[in-house]
């Protein structure tokens, strides 16, 4: 890791230079210090890379610091903190080596404006132009956890060893001698050689997994598994913030979701959703749909200037217009269907049977979100208060804005099913083909049903009693439930009776549980004293008896 605190600890006078070229103060290695010079030159001649801060002719306007050891988190920020109170106002753009052992966690609350993980020319270039503009960059991946020790590499047997090196080294020349084939060489006897050699490496590999493959085979499977697991468990993160306003906000939310719509899949039943039965176009353009009418609601609101409870009643009043006209982009407005000997407009019928005024109790307070991407105002995540360009703020708030995508989007899916139903001719355009029949269709709908009875009896008052809301997150290819932690207690008094029971049950059991198992504990310890004491005791007497009375008659005969 190059070393700053000489450069960190100096305050000499800076002045600014607004004309001329942007300077760019790099903290690297010098070998990559020089590689990294070269790309920002090439890509952009108005960029002066200054290797050392003595070249510098005023301050700087980024500056890149290349990270190539693993400094503790605690070094690390303090290093962080002092970089930015010296080089004030400049952005700082931190180079993560690929495989480095710092958590999600712990890279988004870095004081920092750029993150870049294994970063390439392009995406290097990229970055320095977003923070060059008042912008910010953040791209990683789902975070390594713990750098893998030697020990972990010299734990290998021999046959494992020869085995990865044998393969290897196979693997190269076949490499080769297919590259020497395409084309073929001119001469034949070339040919025919390259073509032995084939030969005689699969031959080589064969023998060598005959060898040791019961060995070895053990070893690769693992180390696949493992790294599939971890890569299951930890999510990558790829932030472009151009503005740090609330427009800006929200052209960087809106193309991640965009993206997410664009690959949008059926969840595999977890959760159930109505939005699977949807044909996959279809899906994707309700969900883009409900985009497009929110930033028109968005520039509404911007322009109305409300806020506290009053952007909230706007909010409350405008969602069914704002679901009516994502239902008729979706269906299409001119699009016309064969119902009973005559054509209807899809669009228009399905408005006119639809309920899109159901308030989504699940949803939670929209006036944070709102207020962000209206106002730009700070949000509060996990008790605390971050601007609304902070990367931890920005995951939050599209945490929001999908959940109410995907909860509107499961509304107007459920009213577009049970119209379906009544009109068979509608599921071939807007449904799965699977949901043809008329049993699968139903089906579906029985499973809905029962799926939402039970969630709102069962799962709900639990969740209210518990102060958990379930949010919905739209990934790509998938929908995924995430818990959000907050109070609830208004929501628990407006329960009904058997909700109401429900939490009764829960509060009873938290009540006498710890009794009833301080009771169970000691009637099994009684059980026990029972048992062992008297008797076993009466037994071992009794036996002794016995015993005695035997030896006496053994000693007379």
Sequence with gaps: ???????????????????????????????????????????????????????????????????????????????????????????????????????????????????????????LEQAVATLLGGGRVVEIGGGQGAVPSDDAATALSLGQWLLVSGLQQIDAEIRVCRRLLDPAPASWLAELLLLGRLRELAAARQLLLWLWGPLGLAWPASTAQSSAQASSTSRGVAITLRQRTADGLWQALRERLNQSAEASAPSGGTPLLALDGLHPDRRRDLLLALLEQFELLRQRLQHDGVSGEALLRRWQDLQPELRRQALRSMAGGYVQLPWQGDLRPVATSLIASSELSIQDRELPDPVPMLGTLIQARPLLVEGRLLAPDEPQALLYLELLLSNW???????????????????????????????????????????????????????????????????????????????????????????????????????????????????????????????TQVVGRAIGLIGRGIVQGMGRSIGRS
């Excluded at 103060?25 to 590689?35: C, N, T, V, Y």
């Excluded at 071939?428 to 709102?456: C, F, G, I, K």
């Design 1 to 123: 890791m190059h070393s700053l605190p000489s450069v960190a600890r100096r305050d000499p006078k800076v002045q600014t230079h607004p004309q001329g070229p942007l300077q760019i103060l790099i903290f690297a290695e010098p070998l990559q210090r020089e590689g990294l010079s070269v790309w920002l030159t090439a890509a952009e001649p108005n960029w002066k890379p200054v290797c050392t801060p003595e070249d510098l002719e005023g301050a700087p306007q980024l500056l890149i610091w290349s990270l190539r050891g693993a400094p503790e988190p605690a070094s690390l920020i303090a290093e962080l903190e002092q970089l930015q109170e010296r080089w004030q106002p400049a952005p700082v753009l931190v180079l993560l080596p690929c495989g480095h052992p710092y958590s999600t966690e712990l890279l988004l609350q870095l004081p920092l404006q750029g993150l870049l993980e294994d970063a390439d020319a392009a995406g």
């Design 405 to 531: 995508l995907v909860r509107s989007a499961e509304l107007i899916s459920a009213e577009v099913l049970a119209a379906c139903a009544d009109w068979p001719e509608l599921r071939r355009y807007l449904l799965r083909p699977d949901l043809l029949p008329t049993r699968s269709l139903e089906r579906l709908r029985n499973q809905l049903n029962a799926r939402q009875r039970w969630s709102s009896w069962f799962e709900r008052p639990i969740q209210v009693y518990e102060s958990r809301r379930p949010l919905y997150r739209l990934e790509q290819g998938s929908v995924e439930t995430v818990d959000l932690m907050e109070p609830r207690d208004q929501e628990l008094r407006q329960l009904g009776w058997l909700q109401q029971a429900v939490t009764l049950s829960l509060e009873t059991r938290d009540a006498i549980g710890p009794q009833l198992r301080a009771l169970v504990r000691g009637l099994g310890q009684l059980v026990v004293t029972l048992l």
